[in-house]
């Protein structure tokens, strides 16, 4: 009796030493309350639930506060006690922007480099796909915490599911001659994108410890971060530290990430820097300039940036800048050039997703189709009564999100297997007033949170559509192919074939695109715009 009791405790012991997916202890450990892992910097304890422990609001850098702000981000310092993971860190510094369909669940800092982990609570050995989430909110909003993020669906169905915060707005983005002068040699100014890449080396270095496989892990972002996924899947510096992208309205073409360049025009990212810098009164290219920048109130420089004021702060650089190592250019040109990370890719967006056409009239808004306005306007408005602004809505959609989808899956088709997709689906209560899905609406869907998001509207429809999306999120990060049982097949992406799966009202739907003529239409424009340029 007293041997098995030492040979127990020796057990345990050795488990909380060695971390639970490395001892295949995971079971024994979530059957507690608070099942304790060993990460690089210290032990982490988190919360079981039924077939899930989580661990939330775990450091992945060093506060990037004080001398470390507008630095690439630092290993964090290891801790001695238990750290306890079980509340969401603090999302980084922004104004919360009214309407968000992902409303942040915890006041935001400027210290917020933090990382949540949901895992299966018993995975018996096994090393797990993992799936990393990069939140959307143009660059400035956006974080960690909006329960509709909540990763639990993905670890119930076998996924280690990863998020993080990454800097936004002027911390996140930001140049100035000081900054290239200390940091000459490493990349520049994209910090929220080094925050990106420093969270996905942590998942490389930890993951094992929570059940995952690090050879197997899935990007996925919406939105800023979905375009976040087009930079990572070009950028050299990420190379290796994901085996598959999905791109959730992402855009890809340069109308919307055409990143503006570091230094050499008079509209250049240290440009932007220096006169930031000029409205607080500090003017120089020293040292001197940028600890006073550095020693600004985070609330100060924050201001009032948010999505619905961004295009009011003319000194702010706008988001990610091309620096030439980081973030080296537009996606579809590298795409189209064959220097993307050669993975497997999802990649679509919405049937009603945002975009911008401005025209007074019918008229006006077909004129800029050129030689196409009489095929527009049978595509977009073929009864004359349409008005202008539902008809514009519709081709902007198309310009900024949804032929760009496409065209990324058809470059990429040349080098790699990509599979696109169009979310049609639109929750059963909302159908009355919304002819169709908005931005982001098949977050939830897809992390299967529609509970969270509709509450007492939820019907049995809308908790279909989210089995169904999930299952095919889950599906790929595990092979690397979109298959799930029961679900119609998925095929790969072909320019000549042009097959997307459609999630509409009466289930998943693959085929030929049915708005092959709205999308021929719309890739004659765009390409038209980029040649002008």
């Known amino acids: ?55 939330k609001g775990i450091p992945f850098a060093q506060a990037p506060v004080g001398a470390l702000r507008w630095r690439p981000p630092q290993v964090p310092v290891a801790w001695h006690d238990i750290h306890d993971a079980v509340s969401y860190g603090p999302d980084c510094m922004q104004v919360p922007f009214p309407g968000d369909a992902a ?97 996905l080396k942590w998942v490389r270095r930890n993951v094992a410890r929570f059940g995952g496989d690090p050879r197997n892990v899935t990007v996925f972002g919406e939105s800023a971060g979905g375009m976040s996924v087009n930079t990572l899947l070009s950028s050299p510096l990420a190379v290796g530290l994901f085996q598959k992208a999905i791109i959730e309205s992402g855009a890809g073409r340069p109308g919307l990430m055409s990143a503006r360049k570091l ?103 077909f004129a800029q189709f050129g030689a196409n306005a009489a095929a527009a306007r049978a595509a977009y408005a073929p009864d004359p009564t349409t008005p202008v602004g539902v008809a514009a809505f519709k081709a902007g959609g198309d310009l900024m999100m949804i032929e760009p989808a496409r065209e990324v899956a058809g470059l990429l ?30 977050i939830p869907y897809v992390f299967d949170t529609v509970a969270a998001r509709y509450g007492k509207d939820l019907t049995a429809g809308d908790e279909a559509a989210a089995k169904a999306m999930h299952a095919y999120w889950v599906g790929f990060a595990t092979t690397g192919v979109p298959q799930a049982p029961d679900y119609p097949a998925w095929p790969a992406y072909h320019p000549r074939s042009d097959q997307i799966m459609d999630f509409t009202a009466k289930g998943p739907v693959a085929g030929p695109d049915p708005w092959k003529v709205r999308m021929d239409l719309a890739q004659t424009l765009n390409d038209s715009h980029e040649a002008g340029h």
């Not at 060695?18 to 032990?43: E, N, Q, T």
């Not at 537009?330 to 975009?355: C, E, F, H």
């Not at 088709?413 to 609406?441: I, K």
């Open 103 to 199: 409303p942040l669940g915890v006041t935001p800092a400027e210290d917020c480099l933090y990382l949540n982990v949901w895992t299966p609570a018993q995975f018996k050995g096994r090393k797990l796909p993992v799936m990393v989430w990069i939140y959307g909110g143009g660059f400035v909003n956006g974080g960690s915490s909006p329960p509709v993020y909540d990763g639990s669906a993905f670890a119930r169905d076998g996924v280690v599911l990863v998020s993080f915060n990454y800097r936004l707005g002027s911390f996140g983005f930001f140049a100035h001659p000081a900054l290239s002068a200390e940091q000459s040699g490493g990349p520049l100014g994209n910090y929220g994108l080094m925050d990106q890449i420093a969270a």
């Open 263 to 365: 230094r050499g025009t008079a509209d250049s990212a240290e440009a932007k820097g220096l006169a930031l810098a000029h409205g607080f009164g500090i003017d120089g290219n020293g040292a001197e300039a940028l600890a006073k920048l550095r020693a600004l109130p985070a609330q100060e420089l924050l201001g009032n940036l948010n999505m619905a004021t961004m295009g009011a702060n003319p000194n702010y650089v706008g988001g990610p800048i091309e620096d030439g190592m980081l973030n080296i250019g537009s996606p579809t040109a590298l795409y189209a050039a064959g220097k993307a990370q050669k993975v497997a890719v999802i990649v679509g967006a919405n049937s009603m997703d945002i975009g911008f056409m401005q025209a007074r009239t019918l008229d006006d808004l």
């Open 1 to 55: 009796m007293i041997t098995i009791t030492m040979r127990m405790r020796r057990l345990v012991r050795m488990c909380v030493g060695a971390g639970i997916a490395m001892c295949g202890c995971h079971g024994l450990l979530a059957a507690a309350d608070r099942p304790v892992v060993r990460i690089d910097s210290g032990k982490v304890r988190g919360e079981a639930m039924t077939n899930v422990a989580a661990f």
């Open 413 to 442: 088709s040349v080098h790699q297997p990509a599979f696109e997709y169009r979310f049609s689906y639109v929750a059963e209560s909302l159908r009355a007033t919304t002819p169709g899905a908005p931005h982001a609406t098949e």
